[in-house]
């Protein structure tokens, strides 16, 4: 980083210094070129040191049947306008993966306002990843649905089929 720090400091000292010859300004407009261009290699490997990050983050999980793409960074580790938004929906997820495991209902939104958020602020962020899973706990969420609604009664609630025909006194009529 203290190479960075120089190269910005000699870049504002040569637009600073007036330089009479013209051979001393096509070596001043070299120098700062080749400033700029180290400066943003630099500023390129903090992109690919965060797409590291992210390449460590993701795991691959089945949920409901489907196969999918999980990405959980540390907080410490995101980089990004979005990040409160990742962290909030990192952190549903989580839960939405806990009620899952323990087979227990989930209720998910239509539309994720994180999700869309992160999208919003950061389009360079992998919501792709967020998407699949959020898919994933909805199918399981509908099938949760089905399975509630095709249940039958337990015995000892279940009605007769014709109740009015049904004597339970075994009396004469």
Known sequence: MKLLHRLFFIMV????????????????NAAKVAAHGIV??????????????????????????LKVTVLR???????????????TLQNRLNHYDSLYKNNQPIDIPKNDSDLIAIMDKDEDWPTEYYAGELK???????QQKQKAAVAPAD???????????????????
């Open 136 to 142: 994933a706990y909805k199918r399981y969420a509908f």
């Open 155 to 173: 015995s000892l609630h279940a009605m007769p089929a014709n109740p009015a025909n049904t004597d339970t006194t075994k009396a004469k009529l």
């Open 73 to 87: 960074v540390k907080e410490s580790d995101i980089k990004s306008k979005a990040k409160a938004h990742i962290i």
């Open 13 to 28: 000292l040569l637009d600073i210094l007036p330089t009479n010859n013209i051979s001393a300004q096509l070596g001043v």
């Open 40 to 65: 943003a290699i630099a500023g390129g490997s903090r992109q690919e040191k965060q797409e590291k990050i992210i390449e460590q983050s993701v795991t691959q999980e089945k949920i409901s049947g």
